[in-house]
């Protein structure tokens, strides 16, 4: 006798695509804005009046700071006022912001403008739009389409930063940012359908009122400072990695050689990781294994990074960690909470990670200023020890699905409109 067989995926709907290419687009042109400086800025930086390693560790991150304090405020916002003009909204002040820091001739008025980029927080609206869009049993397909498209962005951003640094300088970056974020606007008006009506998926979105039972949970507590963590030091690593390719002979203009074979052996690489993750019972494995390698590639980029072949080689490992764990880490958080308290599980684990983009600047910025390029890697494989001090008492996750109670026992969507 044979098996019945699968159930059919139903494919999308012509609106349910536009609304996922669209989206997906407008999350990718804002992201490449973002991360667009941070392979070049190090570099490109002391052009600019009163710059320091502190002020440029600050410009670097200080939209991490913004986007952590006004994710959850934009998106209860887009509950009460509409999806669409909250997105407006943030695209507005990205613009604004790219604008103050093309004008910019000093360090102070750059950092204010990558702080009013970071203020137009549109993640969680995005997401949940997305939802509204789409049925429930297409929306993971569409969600991930957002997910790999920041990823794509942040591998093009390396690849397209030192060439086009090299042809417009740090000011037309910025101008191409303020574009990027004027399209994502078009985009949005012309491709992006409007919603029949807004309601609260709690899958997607964070309620304020569970914030608090995901974040006294100690092993999603574990998962959001891994986030912290790994933000915290590659953003700190931006600051190093620029000079110390220039240190070895290598032009800005050229860094692109570097930067796109090792982005394409990098997302090559961590695929086979990936899918072993997914084994049961294998994602803590990987987990702890990644943070062990990040330690050990830390340290040895701590002793020996003054030769291009031992920077390029450094870096293929680092990227495959980044682009691992950044795959991993949000997987690990959805499994281990119910539906209904998975967007606050997940709009916690985004404050943690911009927090750390934050932080890694900040506190990357001081110790180049005080100790050199030393300092940094050294104070990174410092975190990469504490951190794994910090996963190795993760349990599995079927000990930890049923802890996170409370807030979840509410699943059920409500409508706002």
Not at 113 to 131: D, E, K, N, P, Y
Not at 227 to 238: G, K, Y
Not at 246 to 258: E, N, T
Not at 286 to 309: I, K, R, S, Y
Request: hydrophobic share 60%; net charge neutral; charged share 10%.
């Amino acid at each position: 006798m044979s098996s019945p067989a699968a159930p059919a995926i139903p494919p999308l709907t012509s609106a349910e695509r536009r609304a996922a290419i669209g989206l997906a687009g407008i999350v990718a042109l804002r992201t490449l804005g973002l991360f667009l400086i941070m392979p070049v800025f190090a570099i490109y930086a002391g052009e600019l009046a009163g710059a320091t390693p502190l002020g440029i560790g600050l410009a670097i991150g200080v939209y991490g700071l913004t986007q952590a304090l006004l994710q959850i405020p934009f998106g209860v916002l887009s509950d009460r006022i509409g999806r669409k003009p909250m997105i407006y909204l943030g695209l507005a002040l990205f613009t604004l912001g790219s604008l103050l820091a093309a004008l910019a001739d000093d360090i102070v008025l750059v950092i204010i403008g990558r702080a009013i980029q970071g203020s137009g927080a549109i993640a969680a609206v995005v997401m949940a739009l997305t939802a509204d869009l789409t049925r429930e049993t297409v929306r993971v397909r569409a969600m991930a389409g957002i997910g790999v498209s920041v990823g794509l962005s942040f591998a093009i951003s390396l690849v397209l930063a030192p060439t086009l640094a090299h042809w417009v300088g740090l000011s037309g970056l910025f101008w191409l940012t303020a574009a990027f974020a004027i399209a994502g606007m078009l985009i949005l008006a012309l491709v992006v359908p409007d919603p029949k009506r807004s309601v609260v998926h709690r899958d997607v979105e964070p309620v304020p009122g569970q914030l608090w039972d995901v974040l006294r949970e100690p092993d999603l507590l574990r998962l959001d400072l891994s986030a912290f963590l790994l933000h915290m030091v590659m953003t700190s690593l931006f600051l190093v990695l620029p000079l110390a390719l220039v240190a070895s002979g290598l032009a800005p203009a050229r860094h692109w050689q570097v930067y796109l074979p090792v982005v394409l052996v990098a997302l090559s690489t961590m695929v086979p990781f990936i899918l072993f993750a997914e084994r049961p019972g294998r994602a803590k494995q990987v987990l702890v294994g990644a943070v062990a390698t990040l330690g050990l590639t830390l340290t040895g980029l701590f002793v020996w990074h003054t030769t291009l072949f031992a920077l390029a080689a450094w870096l293929v490992v680092l990227f495959t960690l980044f682009h691992l764990l950044e795959a991993t880490l949000p997987s690990l958080v959805a499994k281990r909470v119910p539906a209904g308290v998975k967007g606050t599980a997940m709009g916690a684990y985004t404050m943690f990670q911009f927090s750390g983009v934050f932080t890694g600047g900040l506190a990357g910025g001081w110790l180049y200023q005080a100790h050199g390029q030393g300092g940094v890697l050294l104070a990174c494989a410092v975190a990469a020890l504490l951190w794994l001090a910090i996963v190795v008492p993760l349990r599995d996750t079927s000990a930890t699905n049923a802890d996170v109670r409370g807030a979840g026992a509410c699943a059920d969507e409500g409508a706002t409109g």
